[in-house]
């Protein structure tokens, strides 16, 4: 089953991320209470969604979409401060934690590789529980639910520009499927990122 999701289902959400995306992500670094703070926002606000995909009445996937980035980014970087501080205050002493902090938020250039006309269309995090990837089933309405995504985005402009590590090449089908054809490699900690952009 597919549905929009709402503020109830915050801590799925957030378990699911956790459970499944790449350690070296910075919002895996900053842990749990930066990742709630990200999606909460998200689920606040008018001019973003997520799609979430039930099975066994569980969320096993999801997708998200912005339709104001920049907005996005403004209003979730004076939520997020306060973790940034708890991360430092507990690393203080580990240089390796801080140097390494500090080199993937001064890497991650984005506004330098995407067309400021294009910024705020913003295909986001998407994630398949790694439980349920072979499930025929959840994939299929995954991709339903990228793809009902994709189409709410497409209402507000033609083109959108989402990213990935390098390293993740299952995600090149996906962002091909909807047209994101344009690859842009970004330098970046503690990996290189890929630019997909549809224009």
């Given amino acids: ?46 001019d973003t969604n997520i799609n979430l995909v039930i099975y066994d009445n569980n969320v096993v996937a999801f997708s998200v979409i912005f339709l104001n980035y920049s907005g996005f980014e403004t209003d979730f970087k004076k939520r997020a401060i306060i973790h940034l501080f708890k991360f430092l205050l507990e690393n203080i002493l580990s240089f390796s934690s801080l140097l390494n902090l500090y080199k993937t938020i001064k890497t991650k250039k984005l506004k330098n590789f995407i067309p400021e006309d294009i910024y705020n269309y913003h295909v986001g995090v998407f994630i398949i529980d790694n439980k349920h990837r072979r499930n025929e089933v959840v994939r299929n309405e995954f991709i339903e639910a990228y793809k009902d995504n994709i189409v709410k985005l497409k209402s507000v402009s033609s083109k959108f520009w989402g990213c990935f590590r390098v ?31 549809k224009d």
């Fill in 167 to 197: 390293s993740n090449k299952g995600v090149i089908k996906l962002v091909k499927m909807v047209g994101m054809l344009k690859m842009v490699e970004m330098p970046c900690y503690p990996e290189k990122i890929i630019i997909s952009i």
């Fill in 1 to 46: 089953m597919i549905k929009t999701a709402n503020i109830i289902d915050l801590e799925s959400i957030v378990e699911l991320h956790m459970q499944n995306m790449d350690k070296k992500e910075l919002s895996m670094i900053l842990g749990e209470n930066f990742v709630r703070t990200f999606y909460k926002l998200i689920l606040q606000r008018k």
